[in-house]
């Protein structure tokens, strides 16, 4: 079983939807939570970085971490063309030192 | 503020072809580099991880070597490449250094490797 579980989707949205993009891990050490963005053929964008339970937002974007259900969520209001891509989320432990999990990515279309 | 240049970004090889990949970060000094191999459906895979010049832990048992020759220099390596090689592979770094997000990882712009 994998540590980390993210649905590949595809998701195809309308312009102006509200998209929430979901990981479930198993492993209760995971401490840091991570989201990034993949634009097609380039490299992973940090786009949102929390520490333990609890709601980030910035922008359009809110990160939402559950660790009773081991659950953590990316919300994208408002979502536009430009946020079609594929989102990886990511966690550590905190004896981990820099070394990351990946779930395997959601990949997100934002039809005009 | 710091940068990370990998390169080549394209590159088609013959099978039993040796390889070169290379990575270099400014703007910071002593990071933890990282070579990521990421796979259609497969998600990132990682393959090597350094944590100062000339140490380097593998991860994944396979055709691939990694070399650390200066402190900002990361350097993916292969003697005869293999059809299952091809991919798309990163560089990245972070620093324990850098605060809050001192622990996360920053990707490069990635090497599409084909071989033939």
């Known amino acids: 079983q994998k540590e980390v579980e993210q649905d590949p989707g595809p998701l195809s949205v309308p312009e102006g939807a509200i998209v929430s993009l979901n990981c479930t891990y198993s492993n209760s050490a995971f401490q840091y939570f991570m989201w990034y963005r993949q634009y097609s053929r380039k490299g992973p964008e940090l786009l949102m970085y929390t520490y333990s339970s609890g709601n980030k937002e910035d922008g359009r974007f809110t990160a939402q971490v559950d660790k009773s259900s081991k659950y953590i969520s990316l919300f994208i209001r408002d979502s536009q063309p430009s946020d079609s891509a594929t989102y990886l989320c990511a966690m550590r432990k905190e004896t981990s030192g820099s070394r990351l999990t990946f779930g395997e990515g959601t990949q997100l279309t934002v039809n005009p | 503020s710091q940068t990370i240049h990998q390169w080549p970004a394209t590159l088609v090889q013959p099978v039993g072809s040796p390889l070169s990949l290379e990575c270099t970060v400014e703007?910071?000094?002593?990071?933890?580099l990282y070579w990521y191999r990421q796979a259609a459906g497969r998600g990132l895979q990682l393959l090597f991880y350094?944590?100062?010049?000339?140490?380097i832990s593998s991860e994944v048992p396979q055709n691939l070597s990694a070399s650390r020759p200066q402190d900002r220099q990361f350097i993916l390596s292969s003697k005869k490449l293999l059809l299952s090689d091809s991919g798309f592979y990163l560089c990245?770094?972070?620093?324990?250094?850098?605060?809050?997000?001192?622990?996360?990882?920053?990707f490069g712009e990635g090497s599409w490797l084909t071989v033939v």
């Open positions: 990245a770094w972070s620093n324990l250094y850098r605060g809050f997000s001192g622990n996360t990882i920053y």
């Open positions: 350094s944590v100062g010049i000339g140490q």
């Open positions: 703007g910071t000094s002593n990071p933890n």
